[in-house]
Structure formats: structure tokens, C-alpha cells
């Protein structure tokens, strides 16, 4: 790679728009709703997980599955919704997405075994993915530099949000609907994704500015992308930094209400707290950083995350039952600032990165629900979900996290862009 060729790809902020779309305020919220739809699909009905063994007549195992299989196929949708809406537009590929995102949806809350949950789970999350994917792209479109930074920030908020929020509206509708009913929910919530695509999102990517169709133009884009050390270093942090929140999340379930006998009410509850934190972490994220570059807030958090799961780590080493009074503010202090992380690592990301912005988005959410996917059946392995095996899955992924580091804070990788150098 040539420093000219990498000077040109970092500096790649170039839309050829001839009228910019300006970014109302109900146009950030459908995005940022668009983020959002997605993850509240993977984890409202974490509470019902143990309802739903019982009543399909499964295994812990296989209920897990229906997890794992909707994250496997938010990765692969992403790589697919990603380049397509760098070719077709990113409007008719997402409201394309949305309307089979509620089909499978309804489909997924009436099936009949959990094979075909399985199946169906995995299918709604390759759709749902365009709505996570085509989101960043649009943000991309419509913003470069610190009003990319602020627009990502506050989508973070909701992205980060999310995750936790789900279990918290999921604990709480449980007692009342059933898992059945909270999958119904997701249906319903997938519907109002769908309305608000269809009315309210503009077509951002003019056609004089789309990549070409065909295999080989997307090997090159995709070849663009990937050839950007530093860009593979912010998706590296990214994507373990959403790994460590996503092993508290997918284990919580079963430490919470069968180590801790927390109720569903009171499960959710204790969500409720880490999604305050979340709330208040992007807040903060989205107010300094026109006064301090993404670069810096990105390693402060991600040294706060390493420091967190450390000493949840250290804790669970020495108290076989971590006390729950202990275990709050810890995984607290681990996981809220996982909005910040996410905001300033897809930032600095997408900045070096226009004209192919889907595909970079794609490779940077797809690589995440990867790892994700993963990560899930990673907290089982010793047969049982335990504090002590969260919590090694929370440090192992936070340090790969800033190991990636290493990557974009190499000087030969790095050119002169406003936002990296004030890092």
C-alpha cells in the first residue's frame, strides 16, 4: 500500500451531491430506530428464555440457538444489504429488508418447534440487519467529520441502549404475554420500522455516485476496505467492545434469575440501571466531542471497560457467589460505556471511507454479530453459565479490543484528517 493510495482512502469524504439532504430531527430519530430495531429483536425475550425450554420441550443448548442463529444471520445480512445499497440506492434495498423483517417476525412468534424458531430467527435477523447497516451508510451520506461525529454519537446512544433496554421491556411483559406475546411484540415493532422506512427515509446516495454492480466491482470495494489497517483496528474495538457487553447480556438471563433468584420483575429492573448508565455515557459522548476528538474518548473508554471487567474478574476468582451489591456497580462501571466505544470507533471508521460507506459499514456490523454469535455459547462451556465464565469472556474481549489499538495508532498508517490527528 502506497502512502498516496492510503492518504486518498482515509481522506475519502467526497459525496458529488448536488442537494444535500438536511438531517431533521425526524429523520435522525427513524435512523436511529432503524439501529435499533435489530437488537431489541435479539434481546427482549432473553427473560423468557427458560419459559420457552420448557414449553418447546428443548435444550438449554438449543434454545441458545435461536440466539446464536439470529446473530449468524445479522452478520450475513449485513454483508449482503451493506454493498447492495452502495449499487441500488439505500432506499428500495431497506424497505425491501424491512417488509420480510415483519413477515418472519410474525412467522417466528406462532412457530410451531424450535427448530423451525431456529430457522425463522435466523432469516429475521438477516433482514432486520438492512435497518442497522443502511442506517450508518445514510449517516455517512448526509455528514462528514465532528457533525458525523455528534450524528453517530446520539445513533450510539440508541444502539448501546438497545441491547440493555430489550430485557428490561422484556422482563416486564413476561408474567403478562408470555414469550409467545413478547415475540409479538418484536412483530409489532418491526411493523412500525417498516412504516417509518417507507414514509420517512429519502433516497441519500445519487445515482452518479454508486458504485458499479457486478462481482468483481464489490471484490474491489470490499478489497478497499479491508486494506485499510487503521479502519481494521477500529473495527477490531468496535467489535469486541460490543462483545464483552453481548457475553453479560446473553449469560444474564441465568445468573440473574437462577444464581441470584431474581424475579422478572426485578431482572429487569437491574437492566434498567445499566440502561441509564448507557443513556448518560452517550450523552456525555455526544457533548464533548466537538471539544475532544473521538480518538481520545474512544480510549478512555475503552480503559474504563478493561478496568470494569478486570476486577470482575479478580472478584469472581475470590468469592465463589459475587455479592449481587458488588456485582451491580461493577458490570455497571464495565458495560455503559459501550455507547462510547461504538459512537467513536465507527466515526473514525465510516470518516475514512465515502463512496464505499455501505460496505464499510456492512464489514463493521457484520464482523460484530459475528463475534457476537459466538460469543453467546462461548459463557456455556463449561457446561453452565457462572459469574466466573462471564466475566473471562467479558476480559478476553475487552483486551482484544484495545489490542486493536495497535493498528490505527501505527503513525505509517495514519494521514492527515482533523479527527485522528487532535488523538
Not at 440457538?65 to 447492495?84: D, E, K, R
Not at 435477523?125 to 465532528?146: E, H, K, N, P, Y
Not at 431474581?262 to 441509564?276: D, E, K, Q, R, V
Request: aromatic share 8%; proline share 5%; with cysteine.
Amino acid at each position: 500500500m502506497t502512502q498516496q493510495a492510503d492518504s486518498n482512502r482515509a481522506t475519502d469524504t467526497s459525496t458529488s451531491r448536488q442537494t444535500p439532504i438536511p438531517i431533521r430531527p425526524q429523520l435522525f430519530f427513524v435512523l436511529a430506530f432503524l439501529s435499533m430495531a435489530s437488537p431489541l429483536a435479539t434481546d427482549m425475550y432473553l427473560s423468557g428464555l427458560p419459559a420457552m425450554q420448557r414449553d418447546l420441550g428443548t435444550s438449554a443448548t438449543n434454545i441458545q440457538f435461536t440466539l446464536s442463529a439470529f446473530m449468524v444471520g445479522m452478520a450475513i445480512g449485513q454483508l449482503c444489504w451493506g454493498p447492495l445499497s452502495d449499487t441500488k440506492g439505500r432506499r428500495r434495498p431497506l424497505t425491501i429488508a424491512v417488509t420480510f423483517f415483519v413477515l418472519t417476525g410474525v412467522a417466528a412468534a406462532v412457530a410451531p418447534n424450535v427448530w423451525v424458531l431456529i430457522a425463522l430467527r435466523f432469516v429475521q435477523g438477516f433482514c432486520g440487519s438492512a435497518g442497522l447497516v443502511i442506517s450508518r451508510a445514510i449517516a455517512r451520506d448526509l455528514a462528514t467529520g465532528i457533525q458525523l461525529a455528534k450524528l453517530l454519537s446520539l445513533m450510539g446512544v440508541v444502539m448501546g441502549i438497545a441491547p440493555v433496554a430489550a430485557p428490561v421491556i422484556g422482563g416486564v411483559l413476561i408474567d403478562v404475554v408470555g414469550w409467545r406475546g413478547i415475540l409479538w411484540c418484536v412483530a409489532a415493532v418491526s411493523a412500525l420500522m417498516a412504516v417509518c422506512a417507507y414514509l420517512l427515509v429519502p433516497e441519500t446516495l445519487p445515482r452518479n455516485v454508486r458504485t458499479a454492480g457486478g462481482l468483481r466491482p464489490q471484490l474491489a470495494s470490499l478489497r478497499s476496505v479491508l486494506t485499510d489497517i487503521p479502519f481494521v483496528g477500529y473495527m477490531i474495538s468496535a467489535v469486541f467492545g460490543f462483545a464483552a457487553v453481548f457475553a453479560y447480556i446473553s449469560s444474564s438471563s441465568v445468573v440473574l434469575q437462577e444464581i441470584y433468584q431474581l424475579s422478572s420483575l426485578n431482572y429487569a429492573l437491574f437492566f434498567g440501571i445499566n440502561a441509564l448508565g448507557m443513556v448518560v455515557v452517550g450523552f456525555i459522548n455526544s457533548r464533548l466531542v466537538a471539544r475532544v476528538t473521538p480518538l481520545r474518548l474512544l480510549t478512555v473508554a475503552q480503559c474504563v471497560m478493561l478496568t470494569g471487567t478486570t476486577t470482575v474478574f479478580v472478584v469472581s476468582l475470590v468469592s465463589e457467589i459475587v455479592p449481587l451489591g458488588a456485582l451491580i456497580p461493577l458490570v455497571l462501571f464495565s458495560t455503559a460505556v459501550n455507547p462510547m466505544i461504538m459512537a467513536n470507533t465507527n466515526t473514525l471508521a465510516l470518516t475514512r471511507h465515502g463512496t464505499n460507506a455501505g460496505m464499510a459499514s456492512a464489514l463493521l456490523g457484520s464482523v460484530q454479530f459475528m463475534v457476537a454469535a459466538l460469543v453467546s455459547p462461548l459463557v456455556t462451556i463449561t457446561g453452565q453459565v457462572s459469574v466466573h465464565a462471564m466475566a473471562v469472556v467479558m476480559l478476553v474481549c475487552a483486551v482484544i479490543g484495545i489490542a486493536g489499538g495497535v493498528l490505527y495508532r501505527t503513525r505509517r498508517f495514519e494521514k492527515p484528517l482533523a479527527l485522528h490527528n487532535q488523538g
